[in-house]
Nanobody, 119 residues
């Protein structure tokens, strides 16, 4: 059973940066992908990015490419989401999730951390 706990959300102004953390526990993650999603009020959950735990390879949605960076610290079992040049439209609850490499479904989710960006 994989447990994920996000932190680092908050209230910032447009143009600011924020780094979210996702601490993973419960098993060995070498065969996992860890991703970040967000859900804005009244909108569907949106995939942002993911990282492969074993080799660190990454993939980004076009909506955040160039502004957001995903990284991991194996020693701390933590995945980060560095968000730069934040915009009001980035306001959302941000979730990390995990799935086994090769599977389709993201079957482990954190509780979410809220990010609010004022204009």
């Amino acid at each position: 059973q994989v447990q994920l706990v996000e932190s680092g959300g908050g209230f910032v102004e447009a143009g600011d940066s924020l780094r979210l953390s996702c601490v993973a526990s419960g098993r060995t993650f070498s065969s996992y992908l860890v991703g970040w999603f967000r859900q804005a009020p009244g909108k569907e959950r949106e995939f942002l990015t993911r990282i492969a735990w074993n080799d660190g390879s990454t993939y980004y949605a076009n909506s955040v490419k160039g502004r957001f960076t995903i990284s991991r610290d194996n020693a701390k079992n933590t995945v980060y989401l560095q968000m730069n040049n934040l915009k009001p439209e980035d306001t959302a609850v941000y979730y990390c999730a995990a799935r086994v490499y090769g599977n389709v479904d993201w079957n482990a989710w954190g509780q979410g951390t809220r990010v609010t960006v004022s204009s």
